[in-house]
């Protein structure tokens, strides 16, 4: 399994962005995926996940009403649409698919990351 993510970039506070985690190789269909997002001299920390089934959805409070995580089965694509972004959600942004189809706010249950795209929010 592959994963790129793509669809970052500079963005001022309050615009939106939307990235996109396509998956080649095997399908994910089986699978919870989820965003992760590491800031420069931070931990890499939970954004949201999407579970095997598209049927729930997990935020991490920070992001909770700005951020929406979805998934197109026939695309092969998880895609995390930001709204009203804030320079604190400046990082580099990470999909990954989970080991089972069990979503976790643990990056050591996903066991297939994508390169990361650089989301760069101005004040």
């Known amino acids: 399994v592959q994963l790129q993510a793509y669809g970052g970039g500079l963005v001022q506070a309050g615009g939106y962005l939307r990235l996109s985690c396509a998956a080649s190789?095997?399908?994910?269909?089986?699978?919870?995926m989820g965003w992760f997002r590491q800031a420069p001299g931070k931990e890499r920390e939970f954004v949201a996940a999407?579970?095997?089934?598209?049927?729930?959805?997990h935020y991490d409070d920070s992001v909770q009403g700005r951020f929406t995580i979805s998934r197109d089965y026939a695309k092969n694509t998880v895609y995390l649409q930001m709204n009203s972004l804030k320079p604190e959600d400046t990082a580099v942004y990470y999909c990954?698919?989970?080991?089972?189809?069990?979503?976790?706010?643990?990056?050591?249950?996903?066991?297939?990351w994508g390169q990361g795209t650089l989301v760069t929010v101005s004040s």
């Open positions: 990954a698919r989970s080991i089972g189809s069990s979503w976790s706010i643990h990056g050591n249950r996903y066991n297939y």
């Open positions: 190789g095997r399908t994910f269909s089986n699978n919870a």
């Open positions: 999407i579970s095997w089934n598209g049927g729930s959805l």
